[in-house]
Structures are given as C-alpha cells and as structure tokens.
T-cell receptor, first 114, second 115 residues
Framework: DAGVIQSPRHEVTEMGQEVTLRCKPI?????LFWYRQTMMRGLELLIY????????DSGMPEDRFSAKMPNASFSTLKIQPSEPRDSAVYFC????????????FGPGTRLLVL | AQKITQTQPGMFVQEKEAVTLDCTYD???????LFWYKQPSSGEMIFLIY??????QNATEGRYSLNFQKARKSANLVISASQLGDSAMYFC????????????FGSGTKLNVKP
C-alpha cells in the first residue's frame, strides 16, 4: 500500500508568488495533518482534518495560509502571497480513526521562498 | 514554560547497547498523550510510540519502550539493542486534551550510534 504522497518534493519560488502544496493521504485514513518544520521554531502543527472537515486551524500562522480537503484522498496547503519566512519543510501526515495517534508522515515538501 | 523539554541535544551510544532519551513535559490537563518520532538525516518523520495519560502500563513497540513516570512528568524513550540505523533526530511530543489543537514538540535529541 502506498504511503502518504506529497508533491512537489522541492519548491523554490519568489516572494509574493502563490505556492500550493499537495497531499494524498493513505487510503482509509480519516485524519490528515499539516505540519511545518523550521530550524527556529521546530515542528508545528498547522491544521488537521477529520473526515475532510477542518477541526482546528489555530496553528495556521496567518491569513496568507489556507488549507482544503475537498475529498478523502486529497488536500492542499496554499500560501498566498509567499514570504521568505515561510521557507520550511512542510509535512503532511494521516492516521486511521481507530489508531489516530499513529501518524504516517509523507516525505515532506522543502519550500524555499527567495 | 516549555511544554516539552528534551535536555540532551546530542547523544552517543555503542551499537547493541541500550540508550535512554529524556523527555519531560508540563501540563495541568488530566488527559493527554505523549509521542515519540524519529527523523533520519533523509528528513522523513517516523512515528515510533504513543502513551496515553491513563495508560497504566508503559508502551512498547519492538525495540522501543516509553518509560512513563506520571508523577515526575517524564516520558523517556528507551531503545534497546541500538543499531546503526537508529542514528537520527528523536522528537518527543505531547497532545493536551482529546484533540490535536494543543500539540507540542520538543527540540529534539540527535542520537549517534557508533559501530
């Protein structure tokens, strides 16, 4: 069975541009999480979904960030406009409802905003 | 105050020996969960083990065990019979309450396993 799939794996963009990160969770998993990892702030939970519904987005840094989950097999994290301080590795993770604590992480998207 | 404290920025262990990675937490909630993750140099994050605050027995997953001492608010990870592939960053994390809107990570411990 395929793991969590994220695309792109690397993204370099210029300040002010829109960035869209994509995630395909493991089939059958009801929870989906978006994390950000930076040297300065470490790992942070940005938002998570349960059955495609955003449960809590209090970790989203500001209005420039938005996340959607239009169906059970796809989620996006969008940054518009992007800024250099958004440079980080963004992880998507999913977990099944009967073992929600067991999160399976994707390989991450390394974002660099110039 | 820090929610999760990992006091060992780096550690060395000899292959085949056991190693304990320290983690202390701070919460006033009665219900919480504790997690450990591994991040190899390749960058991916790997879930290792989970302990609920009401679980009376220490969690174990293969060579990993979580030494849960509730009164001391510690949740140390014990890796038995270290392998070279265990060299990685290890993060302790805590979820307060019953959902993930309060989820905190420690700063990590870099473990190096020597042959």
């Amino acid at each position: 069975d395929a793991g969590v799939i994220q695309s792109p794996r690397h993204e370099v963009t210029e300040m002010g541009q829109e960035v869209t990160l994509r995630c395909k969770p493991i089939s059958g998993h009801d929870y989906l999480f978006w994390y950000r990892q930076t040297m300065m702030r470490g790992l942070e939970l940005l938002i998570y979904f349960n059955n495609n519904v955003p449960i809590d987005d209090s970790g989203m840094p500001e209005d420039r960030f938005s996340a959607k989950m239009p169906n059970a097999s796809f989620s996006t994290l969008k940054i518009q406009p992007s800024e250099p301080r958004d440079s980080a590795v963004y992880f998507c993770a999913s977990s099944p409802s009967n073992r929600w604590e067991t999160q399976y992480f994707g390989p991450g998207t390394r974002l660099l905003v110039l | 105050a820090q929610k999760i404290t990992q006091t060992q920025p780096g550690m060395f262990v000899q292959e085949k020996e056991a190693v304990t990675l320290d983690c202390t937490y701070d919460t006033s909630d009665q219900s919480y969960g504790l997690f450990w993750y591994k991040q190899p140099s390749s960058g991916e994050m790997i879930f290792l083990i989970y302990q609920g605050s009401y679980d009376e027995q220490n969690a174990t997953e293969g060579r990993y065990s979580l030494n849960f001492q509730k009164a001391r608010k510690s949740a140390n990870l014990v890796i038995s019979a270290s392998q070279l592939g265990d060299s990685a960053m290890y993060f302790c994390a805590m979820r307060e309450g019953n959902n993930f809107n309060k989820f905190y990570f420690g700063s990590g411990t870099k473990l190096n396993v020597k042959p």
